[in-house]
Each structure stands twice: as structure tokens, then as C-alpha cells.
């Protein structure tokens, strides 16, 4: 019986790669030559969707009409502009991950369903989340995220003959990942990871654009990043002239013709030097030196206990980076898998060990992030109420179950929230709240009354949460798999709708027909009265008894008015909402 391939998918900020297995040995697709796509997005004036190169090109000449680095704006609320028409950060990325299928899909000859997509290591839920509705979007079931330096680990396991320690240092165009791996017998197992979603090869770029545009206007008496055309111009010279500075002691951009004064056109003609270069970007390399030092520290290691160093990402091509860890280590970094494909065949053998093929290792992996309630603690001496206390602690192996006792403050309390958190603070408030609920119905007994909190967290992200009443058994629980989606249905079925335009797969008049929510579901309006209605979801605990049952009322009008077209009905409900939020809120 045939078993169902699973491709693995690296949906990188500058580039992305989709590999399969063939033959027992993971397999990066190419297409017109070349195994990268760049993860770049654009329309043209006629609205034909272009993606990778074509979209690069495009970005020179029609910045406005192209998005670029989407990674870095995934599990945000935000909407992107391509031209007149505006995207989530999912729907562009699911733009890409659709192209990448369809090239696997074209490779094979058979439709696909399934992939493992690669996140950073340090992506927190809402990422995460966001990048499984991309994949949902592209029409694909993301059967595991894994991360980053874990895949790209998975390629390196089957060469090992001896156990072995291996650090690997991920530093791709967008974000910086470092995981401490222990490799043995068939088991790749993640002690530590530390890492920064906002440092890449990107970074890099910024700081040589900011060099030759300042070297540019002490010249013309013109900043060219003002200008949209040729900030983007500047920005391709300056990414290929990084990339000779790797190979290179010196380099060059010429531009003619780069921008109009007066009437004039202006040239742009500029020497770099790889000294000027790693001087500027050395700050941002120390960062991730000190992450490294981090993920030792975490895993309880010393940098004599390493035995090799992995690069992965096309960013650790700069030589100051392999020269700092030689610094650090002692080691000379390995680099005989290629940086930039590693992590998509990484993610195609644990694609390949779900699928049943014999491909190689165990996959033994860690929670990147702390997960905890919110409790009544004391901060200096004094009481303070949102003191975070950990249960499952940072770089615990998963799946993970951990469970911690608590109990209430007040004689006969009746009810407790759990707010559940994300992050390393010791004020809860400090990190990013996940989920909540309320446990409603406990004992009229003395204070203290024991309540338990137990903590389920899957290999996928899933989190589980229940509170438990320890003397009669009572228990409430939430299920945290979707924490701050910024999705809500009808904004997936609207999204799918206007991909599948985009690509071809129905025609408008027919979309119009079947998506009578696809007008208003990426409109401001509608979110706005979501953001009402969330704003009071948020506040129910607080609010009176007396007006709660009427603010629910209202919350179930504004969505229903919304499920019905976001109409009248729903922005009066929405006023009165609003109205009596902001009553509470100055009371």
C-alpha cells in the first residue's frame, strides 16, 4: 500500500523550499533551475498574482504592489497592502506555501495534502498559530511544526556514528534560532534553544542600506529611501553586494540612473569594504553569541561539551560569523549541507518518519517558551495579584504534562480565574496572555480551599489547561490551540476564497456567489466590531452582575449581525457596547 506523501516545507523570510523523500533520502524540489523561492508576493496592474522571482523583479519597479518578509509579521493583526487590496500576514504566506505545493504537486504528479512546516524555534503561540492557518489556507493539513535547528539536526543525525553534542547555530533572513542537540542511537533529542524572531540577514541589509544612502545624500542632498522605487533598488544592490562581501574583500554598487533632481538624474557609485561591513553588523552577531551562551546555560553545558557546530540559513554564510564561533568554541562550524536547504529536508524526513518511511531518527523536542497561571503573590513585601507562576518550564522535552497545587483566598469563594500565560517574567503581566476561564460553583469552605492546575502541551503546541477542585473533584478546562488567532471562520472561508481567485481555481463571479461574507471579512469595519466584542469578552470576570447577562446580549447581537453582513443591526449593538465599556472602564 502506497503511503500518502508529506512534504516538507522551510517558509523562510527571504527564502522557501519544499522537499520530499525519494528513495530513503530527502530530496529539495527545483524548479527553472533553482531549489529557492524567494518569499515575495505581488499583483500586477491587471491583478495576475506573482510569486518568487517574478514578484522580486517586480519589487524594483513597483514596491507598493509587492510584500516582501512576511515571516517577520506573522501573528500580527495587521493587514497588508498589495496595490488597492489589502492581505493578512497568513494569506500571503499561504500564497507561497500554495506555490511550493503546487510545485510538489507537479514533481509528483499526484495531489498533495500533508506537510511539516518549519518555525523558528522561538515563535511564540500566536505565530505558531498563524502559521498553521497558512497552511490551511494553501489547502494543506500541517501535520507537525517543527523547529528550525531541529530539522536542520535531523539531516546531520544519520552521519553520526558516535553520540554526539551538536549546536545548532540558525541564522536565516529574518529570525536567529540556536538549539544544543544530543544525538544518539537513532534519537535526536533537544536539550535548549534560545533565539530572536526579529534578527536576520534583513538586519544585515538595513544597516548597509542606511551606510550608502547616508553616503548618498551628503553627496546629492537626498535620502533615497524617501523614495519608494528607489529604496527598493538600493535595497536589491545592497543584497547582492552582501552576498560578494561573503566571497569578497571589496565590492562595488553601481546604479545609473537610481533617482531623478531637478530634472537630473543622479547615479549611485559606491566602494564597500568587508571590514565597514562586519564592523556595522558585529553588534547584531554579539547578540547571537550571547543566545548561544543562553542555550548552553539552559541545557547545563559547557562549550568543551560540543562536539560539532551545524550552520543553517543563508545568513551564516557571512564569514565574522563563522570566525566568532570559532572564537567562542574553539570548533570550525560544519557547512557540507547547504545552509539555505537543510532545514526543508530536515523537515522532509520528519515528514517521512510520520509517513512511515524508514528515514532515520526519533524526534525528541522542546518548549521553547514557559507556560503558567497568573496568581495573587507578593512583589517587595506587598501583595500583588498577577504574579506568574510556571508549570511547564522553558526547554521541557514534550510532550509535556505538569501539574501544580493552588487554592483560593477567601472564605467560601465561589469561583477562581485562571489566567493562563507565555513568557519568562516573573509579573505575568509581562508576558503574552494565552487563554482564561473561570471555575465557577466551588465549595463554601474556609479559605484556604486546594484548587489544582494542570498543564497538557503536545508535540504540535497544543495546550491543554485544567483546573481542578481537590476536595469534591469539580473541574473546568480549556483547550489552547488557536490562543490570539486573529482568524475567526468567516474570515478563513473569505481567504480562501480570495486565494483560490487568485490562483485560478474559481471564477470571481462564482466566489462572489458562494462567499457572501468574502466583502466584509477583510474590511476594517468588521474588525473593529470584533475588536468591540473581544474587548468585552476580555472584561466579563470584572463586570457587575447586574450588567453582565446584558453586555453578553449585546456580544451575541454584534456577531450575529456580523454572521448576517455586518449590517445596521450589528454597529448598533456594537454603539451600545461600546457605550457602556466605556462607562465601566472610567468607573
Known amino acids: 500500500m502506497q503511503r500518502e506523501p508529506i512534504i516538507g516545507i522551510d517558509l523562510g523570510t527571504t527564502n522557501s523550499e519544499v522537499a520530499i523523500i525519494e528513495n530513503g533520502s530527502p530530496r529539495v524540489l527545483e524548479e527553472n533551475g533553482t531549489p529557492i523561492l524567494p518569499s515575495v508576493v505581488g499583483l500586477t496592474p491587471d491583478g495576475k498574482l506573482l510569486v518568487g522571482e517574478a514578484a522580486r523583479n517586480q ?312 507556560f503558567g497561571i497568573g496568581v495573587l503573590g507578593f512583589k517587595r513585601g506587598l501583595p500583588y495579584p498577577d504574579v506568574f507562576s510556571p508549570i511547564i518550564h522553558k526547554n521541557t522535552p514534550l510532550p509535556a504534562t505538569r501539574s501544580e497545587i493552588y487554592s483560593t483566598h477567601f472564605d467560601n469563594q465561589e469561583s477562581v480565574k485562571i489566567d493562563v500565560y507565555q513568557g519568562e517574567h516573573e509579573d505575568a503581566l509581562q508576558n503574552t496572555r494565552i487563554g482564561h476561564f473561570i471555575v465557577e460553583g466551588l465549595s463554601p469552605v474556609p479559605a484556604p480551599n486546594p484548587v489544582t492546575c494542570r498543564l497538557d502541551l503536545d508535540l504540535n503546541g497544543m495546550l491543554k489547561v485544567t483546573a481542578r477542585e481537590k476536595n469534591t473533584g469539580l473541574e473546568k478546562h480549556i483547550v489552547i490551540e488557536n490562543a490570539m488567532s486573529r482568524f475567526e471562520s468567516e474570515e478563513m472561508t473569505a481567504a480562501t476564497a480570495r486565494l483560490r481567485r487568485l490562483f485560478g481555481d474559481i471564477e470571481p463571479e462564482a466566489a462572489a456567489d458562494t462567499s457572501p461574507t468574502d466583502p466584509i471579512a477583510g474590511d476594517s469595519v468588521a474588525a473593529r466590531l470584533r475588536e468591540i466584542t473581544e474587548r468585552a469578552r476580555n472584561m466579563l470576570p470584572d463586570i457587575p452582575v447586574d450588567d453582565r447577562d446584558e453586555v453578553i446580549g449585546l456580544i451575541e447581537r454584534v456577531h450575529d449581525g456580523l454572521a448576517a453582513g455586518a449590517g445596521e443591526a450589528a454597529h448598533n449593538a456594537a454603539r451600545e457596547l461600546e457605550d457602556i465599556l466605556y462607562y465601566l472602564e472610567e468607573a
Open 59 to 370: 519589487w524594483l519597479l513597483a514596491p507598493d504592489r509587492t510584500i516582501r518578509s512576511v515571516k517577520r509579521r506573522m501573528g500580527e493583526d495587521v493587514k497588508l497592502s498589495l496595490g488597492d487590496q489589502q492581505f493578512s500576514p497568513q494569506e500571503i504566506s499561504a500564497i507561497i506555501l500554495r506555490t511550493l505545493k503546487d510545485r510538489a504537486e507537479r514533481h509528483g504528479g499526484h495531489p498533495i495534502s500533508k506537510a511539516v512546516i518549519t518555525v523558528p524555534a522561538f515563535f511564540n503561540d500566536a505565530q505558531r498559530q498563524a502559521t498553521r492557518e497558512a497552511g490551511e489556507l494553501a489547502g494543506l493539513e500541517v501535520v507537525r511544526i517543527i523547529h528550525e535547528p531541529t530539522a536542520a539536526s535531523l539531516v546531520y543525525e544519520a552521519s553520526q556514528t558516535v553520540p554526539q553534542t551538536v549546536m545548532v547555530y540558525d541564522l536565516g533572513g529574518g529570525t536567529f534560532d540556536v538549539s544544543i542537540v544530543r544525538i544518539e542511537k537513532d534519537v535526536v533529542e533537544v536539550l535548549a534553544s534560545h533565539g530572536d524572531t526579529h534578527l536576520g540577514g534583513d538586519d544585515f541589509d538595513a544597516l548597509l542600506v542606511a551606510h550608502v544612502a547616508q553616503r548618498f545624500e551628503q553627496q546629492h542632498h537626498l535620502d533615497l529611501r524617501h523614495h519608494a522605487r528607489a529604496h527598493a533598488v538600493l535595497w536589491r544592490s545592497v543584497e547582492q553586494a552582501k552576498i560578494r562581501l561573503s566571497t569578497e574583500p571589496f565590492t562595488r554598487i553601481d546604479e545609473e540612473f537610481i533617482i531623478e533632481k531637478d530634472g537630473v538624474p543622479l547615479h549611485l557609485s559606491v566602494e564597500l569594504d568587508r571590514s565597514t561591513y562586519e564592523d556595522m553588523i558585529r553588534p547584531l552577531i554579539e547578540r547571537t553569541m550571547a543566545a548561544v551562551q543562553t542555550a548552553l546555560d539552559d541545557a547545563k553545558l559547557k562549550v568543551k561539551d560540543i562536539h560539532r557546530i551545524v550552520l543553517a540559513g543563508g545568513a551564516t554564510r557571512t564569514p565574522l560569523i563563522s570566525e566568532e564561533l570559532r572564537r567562542l568554541t574553539g570548533r570550525e562550524p560544519s557547512g557540507e549541507v547547504d545552509p539555505d536547504l537543510c532545514v526543508a529536508m530536515g523537515a522532509a524526513i520528519q515528514g517521512g518518519i510520520i509517513a512511515g518511511h524508514d528515514v532515520g531518527a526519533v524526534l525528541v523536542d522542546v518548549t521553547p517558551h514557559t
